[in-house]
Every structure is written in C-alpha cells, then in structure tokens.
C-alpha cells in the first residue's frame, strides 16, 4: 500500500510569492494534518482536518490556509511568503482524529 | 498553555548501555502520547503510542515508555544502546480537547562504539 505522498518535494520561491502544497493520504485514512518543521527544531502543528472540516489551528498566522477535498487529500496554502517561511512542510495522516500519524517525505520549501 | 519538554537537547552513550530520553508534558485530560524517531533525511516513524492502557508501553526497536499521571511523565527507555539508534526522538502529545497535536524540541541520541 502506498504511504503518505507528498507534492512537490523541493522548490524555490521568491519573496512575496504564494505556493501550494499538496498531501495525499493512506487509503482509509480521514485525517490529514500538516506541520512545519524549521531546521533543527521539531515539527510545528499548523492544521489538522478531519472529514473535511478543520479540527484544529496551530499558531500561524492567516497567510496559512489549508482545505481538505472529498477524497481526502489535502493542500496546505501559503501567501506572500516570507524569508521565514522556509521549512520542511510534512504532512501526516490517520484514521481518526487522535490516531498515530503516519507522515510523508515532506515539502521542503526555499524562500529567497 | 499545553507544552511537552524533552529535557535533553542531546544524549550521548556507549553501544550497549541504557538510553533515556526525558519527556514532560503539560496536564491535560486522556493525552494521547507518542514518541517518534528522526533518522536523517527520512521521515518521521512511530516507535510507540500511549493511549490510557498499560501505562508500560511497548515499541519498536527494543524502545519502552512508561507513562506517569503523577509526574506528567513519558520517558522513553531502551535496555541495550545499537549503533542504528543514532537519530533524533520527538516526544509528541495530542491534546483532544480543542484538538491539537504537540510536538517536542526533540533529543538527538549519539551512539558510541
């Protein structure tokens, strides 16, 4: 069975840009959350969806939106970007809500 | 404010000794709690999971955690250090009120031969 994929594994952007990432869950999995991990720390929680609907918000500001479609895969958008906002982006999924994760590769994302 | 503390930024031993690796997290009703490894360049994988059972939880690789409600505790152990232990631990709690997923700063275990 295939894991948690994640789109695009590498890419560059330039301040003030806006990008998408992309995640598409274990099959059966409804949960999708997404993370941000800044070199040499630990995973920050951005969002978690479940069913579709948003369950839970980390503390990022409003340049950070995410939604998740009807077969369960998720993006996770990010405008005007900033210097800062350069990271590793994983995404996890679960069968429930407060189910093991199981995690992608992750996005690594450049601003320059 | 919810928080998970791993007290050690870095741990350090010899092939064949003990490993211990401290989490404290912050009180909160029915936490679910894990700890996952980091190996470099590779994703995150669960070692193991407590959620309001045994409070002696058993994982993957030899690895155990013992949750303890009174000290707010998940310290993670290993009896035997292996050389392909070496990697970075994240102790990581979801809250499920006002759900929420917390990860900590981690702990990178060096391995000794």
């Known amino acids: 069975d295939a894991g948690v994929t994640q789109s695009p594994t590498h890419l560059i952007k330039t301040r003030g840009q806006q990008v998408t990432l992309r995640c598409s869950p274990i099959?059966?999995?409804?949960?999708v959350s997404w993370y941000q991990q800044v070199l040499g720390q630990g995973p920050q929680f951005i969002f978690q969806y479940y069913e579709k609907e948003e369950r839970g918000r980390g503390n990022f500001p409003d340049r950070f939106s995410a939604r998740q479609f009807p077969n369960y895969s998720s993006e996770l958008n990010v405008n005007a970007l900033l210097l800062g906002d350069s990271a590793l982006y994983l995404c996890?999924?679960?069968?429930?809500?407060?189910?093991?994760?199981?995690f992608g590769e992750g996005s690594r994302l450049t601003v320059l | 404010a919810q928080s998970v503390t791993q007290l050690d930024s870095h741990v350090s031993v010899s092939e064949g000794t003990p490993v211990l690796l401290r989490c404290n997290y912050s009180?909160?009703?029915?936490?679910?709690l894990f700890w996952y490894v980091q190996h470099p360049n590779k994703g995150l994988q669960l070692l193991l999971k407590?959620?309001?059972?045994?409070?002696l939880v058993k994982g993957i690789n030899g690895f155990e955690a013992e949750f303890k409600k009174s000290e707010t505790s998940f310290h993670l152990t290993k009896p035997s250090a292996h050389m392909s232990d070496a990697a970075e631990y994240f102790c990581v709690v979801t809250y499920t009120g006002g759900f929420k997923t917390i990860f900590g700063a981690g702990t990178r275990l060096f391995v000794k031969a």
């Open positions: 099959s059966g999995h409804k949960s």
């Open positions: 996890a999924s679960s069968l429930s809500e407060y189910g093991e994760l199981f």
């Open positions: 009180s909160s009703y029915s936490p679910s």
């Open positions: 407590y959620t309001s059972a045994a409070t």
